[in-house]
Antibody, heavy 114, light 106 residues
Framework: EVQLVESGGGLVQPGGSLRLSCAAS????????MHWVRQAPGEGLVWIST????????SYAGSVKGRFTISRDNAKNTLYLQINSLRAEDTAVYYC???????WGQGTLVTVSS | EIVLTQSPATLSLSPGERATLSCRAS??????LAWYQQKPGQAPRLLIS???NRATGIPARFSGSGSGTDFTLTISSLEPEDFAVYYC????????FGGGTKVEIK
């Protein structure tokens, strides 16, 4: 059974940092490009970042470039998102996804508030 | 960045009616256009890939068409479980999503 399980979300103060993780199982993680997508409360889906299967290529949405860093550890079948300088507008559910195969996690909620 | 504009924002229809959802891209995405359905508290579910290919297990009442910059998702006869939010997504140049169309019960 394919599973993507996100963790690392929570309540953080503005300006703070978090590291989100996404543990993959049930498929050959190292073969696939992976993505982070977020959804603010009551809002639509927004693509955040993409990383190539071997980690050699990354891309970011303009709204997060310079503050977010995507990475992966294929030996651990895990995707990461380092989030720095958090702002209230970063409050959202963060999904990891293998879009090519339509695998999605359940999401992890990040709340930025003082 | 490719911008996807979905219309209408909300579609109020009754079960059994036909739903027609539109997605327009700011530049050509070829046929690298997908459609997703999302219900509250759930992750998105792929309906259509490559503009017109139904994903595994998706009922035949869902169909997609278009290429280049203009795309359409059609639900031929709405079932109660089809009332949800629908998003288009392009995979031609990285990834972007449209703003969504909510299909609600009239």
């Amino acid at each position: 059974e394919v599973q993507l399980v996100e963790s690392g979300g929570g309540l953080v103060q503005p300006g703070g940092s978090l590291r989100l993780s996404c543990a993959a199982s049930g498929f050959t993680f190292s073969n696939y490009w992976m993505h982070w997508v977020r959804q603010a409360p009551g809002e639509g889906l927004v693509w955040i970042s993409t990383i190539k299967s071997d980690g050699s290529v990354t891309s970011y949405a303009g709204s997060v470039k310079g503050r977010f860093t995507i990475s992966r550890d294929n030996a651990k079948n895990t995707l990461y998102l380092q989030i720095n300088s958090l702002r209230a507008e970063d409050t959202a559910v963060y999904y990891c996804s293998c879009i090519a195969a339509d695998y999605w996690g359940q999401g992890t909620l990040v709340t930025v508030s003082s | 960045e490719i911008v996807l504009t979905q219309s209408p924002a909300t579609l109020s229809l009754s079960p059994g009616e036909r739903a027609t959802l539109s997605c327009r891209a700011s530049q050509s995405v070829g046929n690298y256009l997908a459609w997703y359905q999302q219900k509250p508290g759930q992750a998105p579910r792929l309906l259509i890939s490559d503009a017109s290919n139904r994903a595994t297990g998706i009922p035949a009442r869902f169909s997609g068409s278009g290429s280049g910059t203009d795309f359409t998702l059609t639900i031929s006869s709405l079932e109660p479980e089809d009332f949800a939010v629908y998003y288009c997504q392009q995979r031609s140049n990285w990834v972007t999503f449209g703003g969504g169309t909510k299909v609600e019960i009239k």
